[in-house]
């Protein structure tokens, strides 16, 4: 009777061991992605906004290095700038990449779009504009930056489509689906854990006292009773 007990107290113990130590696991997991969440842009977005300003600072730089190569920054600033010639200008392609840089960090950035119509405006804008001044214009009778401009710009744009469409958005949606999944587990994981285990549980039935097997014996022999019956009044007498 005692091992009995002994192993059901053993397993019983065992069991809320494991249970708690699921639970804590389950804890440490959800103030992890606690702490994740409480960032203010995940990893994957933050690497596609350094991208998108990293194509906004290679755009001015090739723009600025056009500009020193063709006669002087003041000089040629002068002309694409105050006497715009749309044929033969590259500052609306610096323009052009300001205007990608400002509405994809403020769509994802600032304000934390979880959707892909800012990146497709601004791709489709681009990429028109693009196509219908290389057409139009005579940028690829001006030298190597005629071709490098509108390729790179077009590239990029298409690159930081691309990182969105096909990694932050369906990234930050797998992490957002596991954190529902670790909550629901931790939600449910205390009606799976066993309850706190009460000390009457485990009491094991009172020791029978020395006297009652006589008694028994007595019960089912009674001419062993009488004759120890007639000793002890002897004794007395």
């Not at 959707?115 to 940028?139: D, E, G, M, N, R």
């Not at 401009?149 to 990234?171: G, H, N």
């Not at 689906?177 to 994981?189: C, G, L, N, P």
Request: proline share 3%; charged share 20%.
């Amino acid at each position: 009777m005692d091992s009995r007990c002994s192993s059901s107290a053993d397993s019983r113990l065992t069991g809320r061991r494991v249970g708690s130590i699921n639970s804590t696991a389950l804890c440490a997991r959800v103030e992890s992605y606690d702490a994740g969440q409480k960032k203010c842009i995940s990893d994957v977005r933050r690497t596609f906004c350094l991208f998108v300003t990293f194509d906004f600072l290679f755009i001015t730089l090739l723009w600025i290095i056009e500009l020193n190569v063709n006669g002087g920054i003041q000089q040629q600033l002068d002309k694409e700038v105050l006497h715009y010639d749309y044929h033969a200008s590259f500052f609306d392609i610096f323009l052009l990449a300001v205007f990608r840089f400002a509405i994809l960090i403020l769509a994802y950035a600032v304000c934390k779009l979880r959707h892909w119509w800012a990146i497709a405006i601004s791709t489709a804008v681009c990429s028109l504009f693009l196509i219908v001044k290389v057409i139009l214009s005579k940028l690829l009778s001006q030298g190597a930056f005629g071709y490098l401009l509108p390729i790179i710009s077009f590239v990029l744009a298409w690159i930081e489509t691309w990182l969105l469409d096909l990694k932050v958005l369906p990234q930050e949606a797998e992490d957002e689906k596991r954190y529902q999944s670790i909550m629901d587990a931790t939600e449910r994981a205390p009606l799976m854990c066993p309850g706190p285990l009460s000390d009457g549980q485990f009491y094991s039935p009172p020791e029978s006292v020395a006297d009652s097997d006589e008694e028994l014996d007595d019960k089912h022999d009674p001419e062993k009773g009488l004759i120890q019956q007639a000793i002890e009044q002897d004794l007395h007498l």
